[in-house]
């Protein structure tokens, strides 16, 4: 073989350099092309599993969210509050469900968004600041435009449940403001009907038998409906349909017929006093079932 000449070895010595800073770059090109085609790819697989989950069907069972008492900075009286199911993004809508005992209600507040009540059982009243107090009844449905100031509850004689459907701006759902005083709720009385600052109505013990035996229609009021009746430990609808069972296994039409409309206003529904006619009748015999069905549908007609 013949020598290779310093000049021949200096050319080639510069090819290799050249043709390693080539390689180089195409190396460095390569990986910036795996990078920005990977990048997207990663970020697309983990949106699209986002979106799996947020497209899951959500099943919320009946009592998963434990309930709890209404603040007494926001209410007056006794309420309880069930969450029914919060935000889910991108939406902002919530709902939960208020039981409002006899008397009790909400603080003067208002909504930004505004807010949506249906009336699931009983009687309540809801007044705007400045307007007329007006009676809801059960499956009725209220719309509260935004930013208005309001009030609603029980009315004083029954309890009332909502459902309220609201949505958060800014992540507030409501604004509250100062409690309704008893002179405001009072008003509501007179305004819906009621009876302010008049004689008593008699009672209907004293209707029935406070002429013949007067310490028992006394007994009737004040014991039986004015404590035991009274006492915290069970609703007034859930006592109305204890009760209303009580008088159906026993046999007792004409007490039956008052204790169902006790249990109406109270908030009991029509297909719940079906249920116990149809239940009870197994346990305490047909001619009971049959002597029940038309008293009570006398009484929800």
Same mark, same amino acid.
């Given at each position: 073989m013949g020598r290779v000449s310093t000049h021949e070895l200096l050319h080639r010595e510069e090819e290799m350099k050249l043709l390693a800073i080539v390689v180089t770059a195409l190396c460095l090109l390569a990986s910036a092309a795996f990078a920005q085609t990977a990048g997207p790819l990663a970020t697309d697989a983990r949106q699209t599993a986002s979106l799996q989950v947020s497209q899951t069907i959500k099943v919320m069972r009946s009592g998963s969210q434990p309930s709890a008492k209404g603040p007494?900075?926001?209410?007056?009286g006794s309420v309880s509050?069930? *969450?029914?199911?919060?935000?889910?993004?991108?939406a902002h809508t919530s709902g939960g469900r208020v039981t409002f005992e006899a008397g009790a209600r909400t603080a003067w507040h208002s909504h930004p968004v505004g807010q949506t009540l249906i009336v699931t059982a009983g009687t309540g009243w809801i007044q705007q600041w400045g307007g007329q107090v007006a009676e809801i009844r059960d499956c009725e449905v209220v719309w509260l435009p935004p930013?208005?100031?309001?009030?609603? /509850?029980?009315t004083a004689?029954?309890?009332?449940?909502?459902?309220?459907?609201? +949505?958060?701006?800014?992540?507030?759902?409501?604004?509250?403001? +100062?409690?309704?005083?008893?002179?405001?709720? /009072?008003?509501?009385?007179?305004?819906? #009907?009621g009876v302010t600052g008049m004689t008593k109505e008699p009672s209907a013990a004293q209707k029935l038998f406070g002429d013949f035996d007067p310490k028992l229609a006394?007994?009737?009021?004040?014991?039986?409906? #004015?404590?035991?009746? +009274?006492?915290?430990?069970?609703?007034?609808?859930?006592?109305?349909?204890?009760t209303v069972a009580a008088?159906?296994?026993?046999?007792?039409?004409?007490?039956?017929?008052?204790?169902?409309?006790r249990a109406r206003e109270n908030g009991v529904t029509k297909d719940e006093v079906i249920e116990?006619? $149809?239940?009870?009748?197994?346990? $305490?015999?047909?001619?009971?079932?049959?002597?029940?069905? *038309?008293?009570?549908?006398e009484t929800f007609k």
């Open positions: 007494s900075e926001h209410f007056t509050i069930n *969450p029914l199911f919060n935000e889910n993004p991108p930013n208005v100031k309001h009030w609603h /509850g029980a004689s029954t309890s009332m449940t909502h459902i309220g459907i609201q +949505e958060s701006l800014n992540g507030k759902t409501v604004e509250w403001m +100062e409690k309704v005083s008893d002179q405001q709720y /009072g008003n509501s009385q007179s305004t819906s #009907g006394e007994l009737t009021d004040n014991v039986l409906f #004015g404590d035991v009746w +009274e006492r915290p430990g069970l609703s007034k609808r859930d006592r109305s349909l204890i008088l159906f296994a026993l046999n007792r039409p004409e007490q039956l017929r008052s204790h169902l409309q116990v006619i $149809t239940h009870l009748a197994s346990y $305490t015999g047909w001619p009971n079932a049959l002597n029940a069905v *038309p008293i009570a549908r």
